[in-house]
Nanobody, 121 residues
Framework: QLRLVESGGGLVQPGGSLRLSCVAS????????IGWFRQAPGKEREGVSC????????KYADSAKGRFTISRDNAKNTVYLRMNSLKPEDTAIYYC??????????????WGQGTQVTVSS
């Protein structure tokens, strides 16, 4: 059974950092690209970052460039999203997803259940 499980969310003050993790099971992880998406209340789901199956290609939303870093450890079936200099507008549920191609559009086959990130003082 294919599964993606996010963790690492929480409450953080503006300017703080978090590292999200996405652990995969039930499929050949290193065949798949992984994307991070987020959805805030009343807003559409948006792409934050994605990484190719090999880890060679990475993409970031403009809002994430310079603050967020995506990485993967195929030996651990895990993708990370390091988020620095967090802002209140980063508050959202963050989801990871798996697909054949790394893309910033939510055209992914498999999704996790999400982890809440709240940036507030």
């Amino acid at each position: 059974q294919l599964r993606l499980v996010e963790s690492g969310g929480g409450l953080v003050q503006p300017g703080g950092s978090l590292r999200l993790s996405c652990v995969a099971s039930g499929f050949t992880f290193d065949y798949y690209a992984i994307g991070w998406f987020r959805q805030a209340p009343g807003k559409e789901r948006e792409g934050v970052s994605c990484i190719s199956s090999s880890g060679d290609n990475k993409k970031y939303a403009d809002s994430a460039k310079g603050r967020f870093t995506i990485s993967r450890d195929n030996a651990k079936n895990t993708v990370y999203l390091r988020m620095n200099s967090l802002k209140p507008e980063d508050t959202a549920i963050y989801y990871c997803a798996a697909a054949n191609i790394a893309t910033m559009t939510p055209l992914y086959n498999y999704w996790g259940q999400g982890t809440q990130v709240t940036v507030s003082s």
